[in-house]
């Protein structure tokens, strides 16, 4: 009687443990996100770094596009999408870090 009970048990864990994997993901990217807010505003990052370097740290961006002639990444809240801070990131055709610019939550338009 209790034998068939075991594959939906095991299908309960299985989706617990892939779930608890998700939020220690989603944790990892907010840490990131955090990080790289704080060096933006305490000065720690410079232009010229090159992408690669700049995504082993700060990890992978929310969206990547072409912005003249070089790269734009997005950066934000894994999980927040309209009433959260944005950091755009902006490579050059060469793939050096050039600048970048904050828009807070909130903050109506877009960055230029």
């Known amino acids: 009687m209790l034998s068939g009970c075991g594959r939906p048990l095991m299908t309960l864990k299985a989706l617990g443990e892939s779930q608890g994997s998700m939020q220690r993901q989603v944790g990892r990217q907010e840490a990131k996100f955090d990080l790289l807010a704080s060096d933006i505003k305490n000065g ?18 929310v969206l990547e596009g072409r912005h003249e002639g070089g790269l734009r990444l997005l950066y934000r809240y894994p999980l927040e999408f309209f009433n959260t ?24 338009g877009s960055p230029q």
């Open 44 to 61: 720690k990052i410079a232009r010229g770094m090159p992408r690669e370097r700049f995504i082993n740290i700060y990890g992978e961006p």
């Open 85 to 108: 801070g944005k950091i755009y990131v902006y490579f050059d055709k060469d793939g050096l870090l050039s600048d970048w610019s904050r828009k807070e939550a909130g903050a109506a």
